[in-house]
């Protein structure tokens, strides 16, 4: 199955700020897709990503809260822009191979 | 839409106890089936899956049985140990690795 470094693997931001996540894949991956598991609570998608196309965001996510970017098929930052203290959350990206699905590590994001 | 349904937790178990973590899902055609596990301060690891009726998956003495009559995936281990101490998710996923959609997870605890 593929590995995926994934980083920051936390970090404290103040509120009005921005963070990029990064995910690396150790090989090429058609689909990319990035989570959020807010605290207590279960995963859930924030959005496909694509390469060569624009991602694809789940009811609730917006483009210009959560830019995503993916120059490649390795490769893929997910941008948590203008935070609040309710955006923190662990947020993981994740890949689908025949495999099955493998996850990032996430990054623990507070905001205060 | 696809959904999941899982026991809430925490389940408390002494170490040796069996356990099983109920989940049921709502699905149109024939999804695969995952059990997700998530350890303390860690992002998801892949457990076992299961793709077609009848398949039983199967890691680390965990066993789970895709039901289609019953639309379950329930998680079995016949003697839990501290260090499966960890959050379990189940989730599924359409046809062609399509998305997935994640129940709420299960807190499980096993003392000594």
């Not at chain 2, 079995?76 to 997870?105: H, I």
Request: glycine residues 8%; aromatic residues 10%.
């Amino acid at each position: 199955s593929a590995v995926i470094s994934q980083k920051p693997s936390r970090d404290i931001c103040q509120r009005g700020t921005s963070l990029t996540i990064q995910c690396q894949v150790d090989s090429q991956v058609t689909m990319m897709f990035w989570y959020r598991q807010q605290p207590g609570q279960s995963l859930t998608l924030i959005a496909t990503a694509n390469q060569g196309s624009e991602a694809t965001y789940e009811s609730g996510f917006v483009i210009d809260k959560f830019p995503i970017s993916r120059p490649n098929l390795t490769f893929s930052t997910l941008t948590v822009s203008n935070m609040s203290p309710e955006d923190s959350s662990i947020y993981l990206c994740s890949v689908a191979g025949n495999y099955g699905y493998t996850f990032g590590s996430g990054t623990r994001l507070t905001v205060v | 839409g696809d959904s999941v349904t899982q026991m809430e937790g925490p389940v408390t178990l002494s170490e040796e106890a069996c356990l099983t973590i109920n989940c049921t899902y709502t699905a149109t055609g024939y999804p695969s089936l995952f059990w997700y596990v998530q350890y303390p301060g860690e992002g998801l690891q892949l457990l076992l899956k299961a793709t077609k009726a009848d398949d039983k998956g199967s890691n680390k003495g965990f066993e789970a049985t895709y039901r289609k009559e019953t639309t379950s995936f329930h998680l079995e281990k016949g003697s839990v140990q501290v260090s499966d101490s960890a959050v379990y998710f189940c989730a599924l996923s359409g046809t062609g690795y399509s998305t997935l959609t994640f129940g709420k997870g299960t807190m499980l605890l096993v003392s000594p």
